[in-house]
């Protein structure tokens, strides 16, 4: 257990792969997590079922990606919950094994992905030479073209540094999502796209971001196979401090 921005205590738990729908896993503030026996509200639940949230989504097209850079998010990585780690350690210390440290508890050196939840296959994590990458679960290019480009830039930086949105992946399963969202991408790893449609959904619905018409049919598909499925909740405030600025 450690705290997190706001004093709100984020609980480490596995996720668990391989169950048939995904109903019982969550994904919250503490990324991911296991409810007993996919009992309702159990885990990082607590916002109602994620099918049901699909519908509060706003549909519009696809806005065009000019003007996106990633600097418009503020520089990477900032520690917008003032705990003096940078929001990439925060997540790999909450979401590795037998993690190990640096000049401290901040800056982490090694761990294991174990599992990844985009492949399923443990992964090693060793500074300088990652096979991990942080994912935003809704990417930063995907939230600029669906409303994001009309934000003040506090609101950008909050989300780029949400653990909500954010998760330590395999970096070559990664890399081949891009910008995509539920209508272009899904992990490889079935066992998991519950949990991923659900957290983007849950990403999109904190921040106001619209969904188009594809993805949100592919949303509710994908969360017709796991209709118990919680819709995640946490994560930081919407708005990051004021010391903080993006171009």
């Known amino acids: 257990m450690r705290v997190r921005g706001g004093g709100v205590a984020a609980v480490v738990l596995v996720v668990g792969f391989g169950v048939a729908g995904c109903e019982g896993t969550t994904l919250g503030s503490a990324g991911p997590e296991e409810s007993a026996s996919g009992a309702a509200g159990g885990g990082g639940g607590g916002g109602g079922a994620a099918l049901a949230a699909v519908d509060s989504l706003t549909v ?19 520690d917008t919950d003032s705990n003096k780690c940078d929001t990439r350690d925060d997540i790999l210390k909450r979401d590795l094994k037998n993690v190990k440290f640096t000049g401290g508890t901040c800056k982490v050196v090694s761990g294991t992905l174990d599992p990844d939840p985009y492949s399923g296959k443990e992964v090693t994590y060793k500074r300088g030479r990652s096979l991990v990458d942080i994912d935003h679960l809704v990417a930063l290019s995907d939230a600029w073209q669906k409303g994001a480009k009309y934000w003040d830039a506090s609101k950008r930086i909050a989300l780029a540094n949400d653990p909500l949105n954010l998760l330590s992946v395999d970096a070559s399963t990664n890399r081949s999502k891009g910008d995509g969202d539920t209508a272009t991408w899904l992990p490889p790893n079935k066992g998991y796209r519950c949990v991923y449609v659900a957290a983007q959904v849950a990403v999109k619905k904190k921040y106001g971001l619209w969904v188009t018409s594809g993805e949100k049919a592919a949303m509710r598909k994908a969360l017709s196979a796991c209709p118990g499925q919680k819709l995640p909740s946490g994560g930081n405030p919407t708005q990051a401090p004021k010391r903080f600025t993006a171009h």
């Open 60 to 78: 519009k097209g696809r806005a065009p990606k000019t003007g996106y850079d990633r600097d418009r998010f503020g520089s990477a990585w900032a």
